[in-house]
Structure formats: structure tokens, C-alpha cells
């Protein structure tokens, strides 16, 4: 395929910069560009959402004003790409070069082309004095907004160090096998047939040693595998593992209460090779709920797909108590960042606020819908304790006919190397979550 010319990838990640900058998720920004450039504009994108504070603290030392939007987002783009020789997707010189040319070539941004030479030529003379003047910025040094540092120091006092640092590694990509279609050794051969080498993650999980498109993987059009983070990949043997139903040989009644786009149901699924299930999925978001329908047909399975909003069971529950509920709630996603690198930039700390008092409406009305015996998994992809560990004392302070059966409560993300976050689940690199296994006592 022909390689547009770097100044354009340049000015199109710059484009999407802006627009991430202006509140655009990044999923947004990156699916305006073009198909055919929309790879490698990501990446370069992800690679600036990565070192932004640091280009935005350089950015400080060489302008003594904030340029317009998209001239500073093109600065800033350059800066970001260009610090760290070592990692630099291209040379500094012609990084300079490019932007330079990008932003002659635009109309929105000719006019400060030649203030955007003078900050990169006097950037690659001083580099040195200018990356040490910026050292001392936390924001510069790890590349996340002031207070979620401060609330990660505050909340993991030995690990924040760790945790930022991992945030800013690229995730690798890990599948999860369809164990109702395939095994896990079987399928490994595949991929290794294919000189895809993989290593064994989670309980059906492979990770792979280099990303891939998923068209390019053995068997995922017909649903032998599907990718999921090793950490996702505990939820459902986290809730299913020794649950029988109350009456033998019954299915078991699970209630997938925040569902889209499916991943989580489809490994309930899959799961339940020997006993039926019967799994119900509920999405308040109609669009997203499209998903889980097309998640579940890709790998053949059957859920009870619902549009509703599992904070108020009256209009869709049937009374009948259910056997495990799992609640994968709305969260910061600030556990994801490694996948998601606009997240940081685009959340603010009042969020955390207003996530945890949705979170704590969801628990308050699923409880009472678990059957005594039964089990409720609340889980959300977030390392702040507001809604993790906090929620979940809280919640158990309010409930005494609750339980904490062993969880692995707050799993930090882990960049690479195998990790033993969970006793006998060696997980490999994975994202940051939260679980909690809440258990109803009989009376
Ligand atoms: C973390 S995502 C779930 C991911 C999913 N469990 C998976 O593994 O594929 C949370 C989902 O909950 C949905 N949601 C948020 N509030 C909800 C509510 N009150 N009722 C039902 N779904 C809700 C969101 O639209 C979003 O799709």
C-alpha cells in the first residue's frame, strides 16, 4: 500500500490531537480519518497521547503564548514524537522537517509555520537543557494530569510509580479461545502454524507475541476465539466456579447486568460446557446492545439480549431471584489507559465522584434480585479506589446479608512480564481491574 507523505500523517494526528483536546473521545478523532491512512495515524497518535505532558511542558519553555488550537496541537504532535530519540518513530530532523511542511500546507496553520520552525530548531539545539528543565514537572515526567497522579500516589502508595510507568507502555494483544470450539493447546498450534507465537495467559487466554488484525487470526470469523485482556478473562470463573443451581440439573440463572459489547457474556457461555445456563444480558445503551448480538453470533452462542437500565429491574425482571449476577460497571476506564491513552487526558476528577454514585445505584438494586446462596461479581476497569475497595466497604458496611467470598480486589496493570497477581492465574501483561465476589448469606 502507498504511504501518504509523513507532514500528512503529521497533520492528521495533529487534527485528531485537537480534537481529543477539545472533549472527542479518541475513538472518535481516529475513525474521521480516512480508512486507508486511520493505522498508521493511530498510532502516531497514540504514541503523542503517551508523551503529551512532557510536550506540553517542552511546548512551556519554548513559547512564551499558547498558539491557536491546531498550530499548538502540531507543535505539541512533534514534540511528543520527537523527545526521545530512542524512541522516536522517526528521525528528529525529519520530524522537524515534516511539521514543518505540515504546517505550511494547511491554511489553518500557514501563518505559524515559521514560529513552529523556530520552536523545533531551537527544541533540537537545546534538547538536553530542555528536557532536564522539564524533569521535575510530574506531569511532564509521567504523562498524566496532576490530580490523577496524586489520587494513584494516594490510593496505591507502593505501586503509583509502577502503575504510571506501565500506563505508558503499548498493551499486548490477547485472545481468548473459544473453548466450546477449539482447546487451548489446539488453538495455539494454529496461530504458531501461522508463525504467530503465543503464550498461555489466564485460563483460555494466549497472548500474542506481536499484535495482529483479527481478520489475520486462524478461525475468528467462525468465533474460535475472541480478544479480551487476561484480567477481563477472570470475571466469568470468578463468578461461576463451584455455583451450582439450587435445584440439580436446573440451569443456572446469570444475569450479565452491563453487557455490551459482550465479551463477558460470551465467556459465561462459553464456559458452561457441562451445565446449562441460562444467561441474560442487559444494555442500556441501544446501539452498544447491537454488539453483543453481533459478539454472540460470531461465536454461536445464545444470551437473552435486553435494552434496559439495570438500576430499575421493575420493568424487565420477572421476580424470580437469579443465581450470579455480574456487574461490570461504568468506571473512569482508568485501569485501560494502555489501550485507551486519550482517557487520562479527557477525564476530569469529578468523574470519579459521579462513576462511584452510579456504581453504588447499580449494587444497591441488583442485591436484593440475588438468590440467597447466590452471588453478585462487581468488577469495574478502574485503579481508584472510589470504585473499587472504597465501594465495596461501603457496600458491605450497608449489607449484612453480604459476603466477600476470596477476590483479587484491586490488579494493577502490569507491563512486561508474567505476572501472579491471582494464586495459580499467572495473568502475563494485562490492564487494570477491579473484583469483588460478593456472596448472600442464607438466612
Ligand atoms: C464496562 S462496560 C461493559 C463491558 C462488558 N461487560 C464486556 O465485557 O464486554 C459497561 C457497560 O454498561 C453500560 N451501562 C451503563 N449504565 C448502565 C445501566 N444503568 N444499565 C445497563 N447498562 C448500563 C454501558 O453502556 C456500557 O456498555
Redesign the pocket.
Known amino acids: 500500500m502507498l504511504q501518504p507523505p509523513l507532514w500528512r500523517q503529521l497533520q492528521l494526528t495533529a487534527t485528531a490531537l485537537a480534537a481529543i483536546r477539545a472533549g472527542t473521545s479518541g475513538a472518535v478523532a481516529f475513525e474521521a480519518v480516512e480508512p486507508a491512512l486511520r493505522p498508521g495515524v493511530q498510532a502516531l497518535g497514540f504514541q503523542v497521547l503517551r508523551w503529551l505532558g512532557r510536550a506540553e511542558a517542552l511546548r512551556r519553555h519554548l513559547a512564551k503564548r499558547t498558539p491557536p488550537p491546531l498550530p499548538d496541537a502540531l507543535l505539541c504532535t512533534a514534540l511528543a514524537l520527537a523527545w526521545d530519540a530512542d524512541h522516536a518513530p522517526y528521525e528528529p530532523f525529519t520530524l522537524v522537517d515534516q511539521t514543518v511542511e505540515a504546517a505550511k500546507r494547511n491554511p489553518a496553520t500557514r501563518a505559524q509555520a515559521s514560529f513552529i520552525n523556530a520552536c523545533l530548531r531551537r527544541f533540537l539545539r537545546e534538547r538536553d537543557e530542555l528536557i532536564a528543565l522539564t524533569e521535575r514537572e510530574p506531569v511532564a515526567q509521567w504523562n498524566h494530569p496532576r490530580w490523577w497522579i496524586e489520587r494513584l500516589r494516594h490510593d496505591h502508595p507502593r505501586d503509583w510509580q509502577r502503575v504510571l510507568a506501565a500506563d505508558n507502555q503499548q498493551a499486548p494483544m490477547t485472545l481468548r479461545v473459544n473453548t466450546r470450539k477449539t482447546t487451548v493447546a489446539d488453538y495455539r498450534q494454529a496461530l504458531a502454524a501461522l508463525h504467530l507465537p503465543s503464550r498461555p495467559v489466564a485460563l483460555s487466554g494466549l497472548q500474542l507475541e506481536r499484535a495482529r488484525p483479527v481478520q489475520q487470526l486462524p478461525g475468528f470469523a467462525e468465533g474460535e476465539c475472541s480478544v ?1 485482556d487476561a484480567a ?1 478473562q477472570l ?1 466469568a470463573p470468578l463468578l461461576l466456579d463451584g455455583l451450582q443451581p439450587v435445584t440439580p440439573g436446573a440451569p443456572l440463572r446469570v444475569l ?10 460470551a ?1 459465561l457461555l462459553e464456559m458452561a460446557t457441562t451445565s446449562p445456563i441460562d444467561v441474560s444480558a ?4 441501544a446501539t ?1 446492545s447491537r454488539r ?1 448480538d453481533e ?1 454472540l453470533a460470531r461465536l454461536g452462542l445464545q444470551a437473552k439480549v435486553l435494552v ?5 429491574p421493575a420493568p424487565w425482571w420477572d421476580g424470580q431471584p437469579f443465581d450470579a449476577i ?1 456487574l ?4 473512569t ?1 482508568s485501569g485501560i489507559v494502555r489501550r485507551h491513552p486519550d482517557v487520562r487526558w479527557l477525564r476530569r476528577e469529578s468523574d470519579i465522584g459521579q462513576l462511584a454514585l ?1 456504581q453504588a445505584m ?1 449494587l444497591a438494586s441488583l442485591w436484593p434480585l440475588v438468590r440467597p446462596g447466590g452471588r453478585l461479581l462487581y468488577c ?2 478502574s485503579v481508584f479506589r472510589e470504585e473499587g475497595s472504597h465501594q465495596i466497604d461501603a457496600f458491605l458496611a450497608h449489607n449484612t446479608d453480604a459476603l466477600l467470598r476470596p477476590s483479587p480486589g484491586h490488579l494493577l496493570p502490569q507491563s512486561g512480564g508474567i505476572a501472579r497477581s491471582v494464586p495459580d492465574n499467572v495473568l502475563g501483561d494485562h490492564d487494570g481491574f477491579f473484583y469483588a465476589l460478593l456472596e448472600k448469606r442464607l438466612r
Not at 455490551?260 to 457474556?265: C, E, I, Q
Not at 461490570?328 to 468506571?331: K, L, R, T
Open positions: 479480551q477481563a470475571a450479565d447486568a452491563c453487557a455490551a459489547p459482550g465479551g463477558k457474556t465467556h442487559l444494555e442500556v445503551d452498544r453483543i459478539t434496559a437500565d439495570a438500576s430499575r455480574l461490570d460497571a461504568p468506571c476506564a452510579q447499580l469495574t476497569c
